[in-house]
Nanobody, 122 residues
Framework: QVQLVESGGGLVQSGESLTLSCVAS????????MAWYRQSPGKQRELVAS???????TYADSVKDRFTISRDGTKNAVYLQLDSLKFEDTAVYYC????????????????WGQGTQVTVSS
């Protein structure tokens, strides 16, 4: 059973940094796009950053130039480096991945991590 396991959240002060990690366990066959989303209380879940299998990245305007997404194919992992954190970055951060069970692209399914809390004090 494939699962996404996140780690790295915590409490930091404004201006500090954190690194979030997410590993796909359970021997995933083929990982397509990976991404990080976040959700604050009372708000909808929003896309923070995404990275394709060919390492093409996209970022939300609010985190561009502060956050960096990367992935390691040998570890089935995706990372999010959060620099210059602001109070408004406080949220639960979720890892997301599209994972295929065969070489047929139609066999891919979405997977979510359990979420990790990032709290930034002002």
């Amino acid at each position: 059973q494939v699962q996404l396991v996140e780690s790295g959240g915590g409490l930091v002060q404004s201006g500090e940094s954190l690194t979030l990690s997410c590993v796909a366990s359970g021997n995933p066959f083929l990982i397509y796009d990976m991404a990080w989303y976040r959700q604050s209380p009372g708000k909808q879940r929003e896309l923070v950053a995404s990275i394709t299998a060919s390492r093409r990245t996209t970022y939300a305007d609010s985190v561009k130039d502060r956050f960096t997404i990367s992935r390691d194919g040998t570890k089935n992992a995706v990372y999010l480096q959060l620099d210059s954190l602001k109070f408004e970055d406080t949220a639960v951060y979720y890892c997301f991945a599209e994972i295929g069970s065969t070489w047929n692209i139609r066999d891919k399914s979405p997977f979510w991590g359990q979420g990790t809390q990032v709290t930034v004090s002002s």
